[in-house]
């Protein structure tokens, strides 16, 4: 059984950086053709792809965020960590992890077949 | 402004059909797998359709993907009220390198 748990803190500062833990179970991230991916929505609005971490290690980011945001994963663990610096009141979102799977072993192929529940961040001085 | 296109809303009366499109360019939907996402009130997305147009496990066949071109779409038959939820679609965009999603349909079973 897949399940996966984002935690962090629900309220930061603007300026701040934010670390978000994705704990995941039922499969494991050192797997050939696995991903873990963190996906956001602000409040009212769409899905927004922000970074992928996969079973190689090759990393991946939102071009439009990649100065702010690096992924990383302790196998181990079985975790997968998102840190995103200077947060903004605009960055106030429901952060998601989600597995991804490949049936061709890679990008571009992923789907996201597990979600975690979410995580709501507040961005508010 | 998302890169993939979607309706903001569609509606249609139980037992009907209902089709949600998703308007792509040749860098993301014209070269990749589409993937559908449904998202119930409150909840977190569920895969709904992978690689354009597979079911995975547990999905009703009462949806259905498909893809021409640059353009993908999700068909709902037999609509029932517990289909209303928001419907987003996905690819990777080759340009941007990263994940692309729709803007997102509201769909309301009348």
């Known amino acids: 059984q897949v399940t996966l748990r984002e935690s962090g803190p629900a309220l930061v500062k603007p300026t701040q950086t934010l670390t978000l833990t994705c704990t995941f179970s039922?499969?494991?991230?050192?797997?050939?053709?696995?991903?873990v991916s963190w996906i956001r929505q602000p409040p009212g609005k769409a899905l927004e792809w922000l970074a992928l971490?996969?079973?190689?290690?090759?990393?991946y980011y939102s071009t439009s965020l990649k100065t702010r945001l690096t992924i990383s994963k302790d196998t181990s663990k079985n975790q997968v960590v998102l840190t995103m610096t200077n947060m903004d009141p605009v960055d106030t979102a429901t952060y998601y992890c989600?597995?991804?799977?490949?049936?061709?072993?890679?990008?571009?192929?992923?789907?996201?077949?597990?979600w975690g529940q979410g995580t709501l961040v507040t961005v508010s001085s | 402004q998302s890169v993939l296109t979607q309706p903001p809303s569609v509606s249609e009366a139980p037992r009907q059909r209902v089709t949600i499109s998703c308007s792509g360019s040749?860098?993301?939907?014209?070269?990749?797998?589409v993937n559908w996402y449904q998202q119930l009130p409150g909840k977190a997305p569920k895969l709904l359709i992978y690689?354009?147009?597979l079911l995975p496990s547990g999905v009703s066949d009462r949806f259905s993907g498909s893809k021409s071109g640059t353009s993908a779409s999700l068909a709902i038959s037999g609509l029932q009220s517990e289909d209303e939820a928001d419907y987003y679609c996905?690819?990777?965009?080759?340009?941007?390198?990263?994940?692309?999603f729709g803007g997102g349909t509201k769909l309301t079973v009348l």
């Open positions: 989600a597995r991804g799977y490949s049936y061709g072993g890679g990008l571009p192929d992923y789907y996201f077949d597990y």
């Open positions: 039922g499969f494991s991230l050192s797997t050939s053709g696995m991903c």
């Open positions: 971490i996969d079973w190689d290690d090759d990393k």
């Open positions: 040749s860098s993301n939907i014209g070269n990749n797998a």
């Open positions: 690689y354009d147009d």
């Open positions: 996905a690819a990777w965009d080759d340009r941007l390198n990263g994940w692309v």
